[in-house]
């Protein structure tokens, strides 16, 4: 009987589906979330900021340093960039800190693969 319900199921009308209590009433469901749903009234303020929110700064014109830096990164020069990269990498760094301590982890690795 499962396997006849399973393909006459798809058959069935669906109003008699809800009608049956087998299924649940969309249209009954929505009436009721409307009718839950609180009423929100915004303020002036509130709705300015809906109404703006979708609009960003404003976009700043390029200087002729920057267009001038453009037209040298579209030539493939990345020479005037080399000084903000440099800085960044000396604040990226912390002092003292380099690779030896990878080596170190790796020989106490070592060592201990021996010792087994």
């Excluded at 009308?13 to 915004?42: C, Q």
């Excluded at 960039?81 to 990878?102: H, M, Q, T, V, Y």
């Amino acid at each position: 009987t499962v396997g006849g319900l399973w393909f006459v199921w798809p058959a069935v009308d669906r109003e008699w589906k809800i009608s049956m209590g087998l299924m649940a009433d969309p249209e009954a469901a929505a009436k009721a979330a409307a009718a839950a749903a609180p009423e929100v009234t915004l303020d002036d303020s509130a709705k300015e900021a809906i109404a703006n929110a979708y609009k960003g700064e404003p976009v700043k014109e390029e200087t002729a340093e920057m267009k001038a830096v453009t037209a040298q990164i579209a030539k493939g020069d990345f020479s005037a960039l080399e000084k903000e990269w440099d800085s960044f990498n000396e604040k990226a760094i912390r002092p003292g800190e380099d690779d030896d301590d990878d080596d170190e982890d790796d020989e106490d690795d070592e060592d201990d693969d021996e010792e087994d």
